[in-house]
Structure formats: C-alpha cells, structure tokens
C-alpha cells in the first residue's frame, strides 16, 4: 500500500471517537431539552399567575370605581362568611342620576359578583346569584388581613372608605394572585333608593 492510500483508510473515526461523539451529543441534547422544558413549566406558571391577577385587579377596579362614584354604601356580612356590598352610584350621562350597584362575595363559591339595578338590591337567593355577573372566581380572604374570612372592611371611624383585600387562585401549585386596595366615596348625598 501506498502511502496516499494508507492515508485515505485512517482519515475516518474509530469506534470509540463515534462512541464519545456520541454520549457528548446525547449528553448536550439532555441538557438542552432540560432547560427548554424547565422554561415552559415557568412560563406557564408566570402564565397563570398573570392571568389570576389580572382577573383580581378587573375586579377590584370594578368596586372601586362603584364606591368612587357613590353617594353612600353598605356592607353586610353573614354568618356563612358571605359579604354584600350595595352603592347608590350615579350614573356616566351628562345628568346627574343614580342607580343602584352591589357586589356579592360567597365564601362556599369562592366567587366575586356584580350586579346593577335601577332599583334596590335585596340581599340574593342562591338562584338569584347565578344571575349576576361573574367577576371573578377562585377568590379567597387574604392571609395577611387580621379577619381572614372577610374581603371587604369597612372602618366604622371611616364609613365612607371600604377596604377591599383578596387573592385570587392561580391552579395547582402556583401562588395566589393577592389583590389589595380600598376606594371611598366621593359624593355625600344621602338616599335609602338603594338599600
């Protein structure tokens, strides 16, 4: 043999090089895919904890732009852990008029409601309820407010402020989404049209 030819037949790899090649690259392909799958996990984490939030916050705005534009409200809270919170709110038309808004929390549900009315609104059935619009659900009291079983506060020494503190639950392991503000009335003209 010639040693051009001798050349030619060493240039290829060995079994052990395609071997090594081999485990380096499933090796790599491990980690990779390791990381790729890690980093969908969080995303979809993040994902659900995002979207709880989010839900909590549309909620929140939506008692805090009723008790923003309400001449008075009340809050009722029942045995069962359930709250009712009733606005008498005016109107967004160029004149002056109310109507009446409430927003109900049931504990068993875990659920946020609301619901508008021209009229007066009575504490609701559980039939009834199933009527209002569905804010938010998943909801439950925050762990950091002192009275645990209780979304909505009112400080007797401020009737015309509403507290408003709840998380909102995410799935599975992920946190709960904690949502926490307070909104007080601006208007002070008294009427019982809505209670």
Request: hydrophobic share 45%; glycine share 6%; net charge negative.
């Amino acid at each position: 043999m010639s040693p051009e030819d001798r050349a030619d037949a060493e240039s290829g790899f060995t079994l052990v090089e395609l071997i090594v090649y081999v485990s380096l690259l499933g090796i790599i392909i491990t980690v990779v895919s390791g990381i790729f799958l890690s980093s969908l996990s969080a995303e979809k984490s993040v994902r659900t904890v995002v979207q709880a939030t989010s839900l909590g916050q549309v909620a929140a705005q939506s008692v805090q732009a009723g008790i923003r534009n309400s001449s008075d409200f009340r809050l009722q809270s029942y045995s069962n852990n359930d709250q009712l919170v009733r606005a008498r709110v005016a109107g967004s038309d160029s004149a002056l008029t109310y109507g009446c808004a409430a927003w109900y929390y049931s504990a068993a549900d875990r659920t946020l409601r609301h619901k508008t009315s021209a009229t007066a609104i009575a504490p609701p059935t559980a039939a009834q309820l199933a009527t209002w619009l569905l804010l938010v659900d998943g909801v439950v009291p925050a762990t950091t407010t002192p009275v645990s079983t209780q979304i909505f506060t009112a400080d007797p020494a401020a009737p015309q402020q509403l507290d408003i503190a709840f998380e909102v639950a995410s799935g599975g392991s992920d946190p709960n989404a904690a949502i926490s503000s307070s909104a007080a009335r601006r208007l002070t003209e008294a009427s019982a049209q809505c209670f």
